[in-house]
């Protein structure tokens, strides 16, 4: 029998922010899906038709061990075998700052799906810039458990730049939510720049630019 367990809530403050988002029923495609912990909350708690793209092979076949229709695939090469507005949300969690081209995934995942989640580790948080500063070492902490030369992270980026981006490439910011290095969330009405310094992760909800939008049925 498939194994639908939910994850261990202690892995990723992320996850129920990320559903709390999808409405309930949606088409849903998790890129960087890892082993499938969010696509089986997912469809636990929020009844998707889940479908998930993961790069390692140990990964895809812990999802698939589990009994959720994941594949193996490359977020930088492969997305474009996938039609415009295949699904109601494309979910990119913690993965985007490991692409080779964050521009280029971002713009597909905004093709693919009518609404984009993308969260992420926040590199300009306090806690970076004070390691850094007092060390003058790149730092490594629970949460960046990985050193220089090992780290998956290709794409160092802030707050403030993704934001940037999405303005550069049209995408509008529906929901925005900065947490902060225990997984409380921040005040909404915080200015960016306090957001830039305290959060230690985002999650935002996009929607494709207006041009790019499928007509009303």
Known sequence: MADLSLPNPD?????DLIADLVTPGSRVLDVGCGEGDLL?????VRQVDGRGIELSQAGV???VARGLAVIQGDADRDLDQYPANAFDYVILSQTIQATRNPKAVLESLL???G???????NFGHFDVRLRLLLTGR???SKRLPYTWYDTPNIHFCTIRDFVALCDEIGATVEKAIA???????????APWWVWNLIGAQGVFLLSK???DRAPAR
Not at 40 to 44: D, F, I, P, V
């Open 11 to 15: 892995v990723r403050v992320d996850f």
């Open 40 to 44: 089986a909350l997912l469809e636990s």
């Open 61 to 63: 076949n812990k999802g």
């Open 111 to 113: 093709r693919i799906g």
């Open 115 to 121: 609404k984009v989640i993308v969260s992420f580790p």
């Open 138 to 140: 790149m730092p490594v």
């Open 179 to 189: 947490l902060d290095a225990t997984g409380n969330k921040l005040p909404f009405t």
């Open 209 to 211: 630019p207006a041009a």
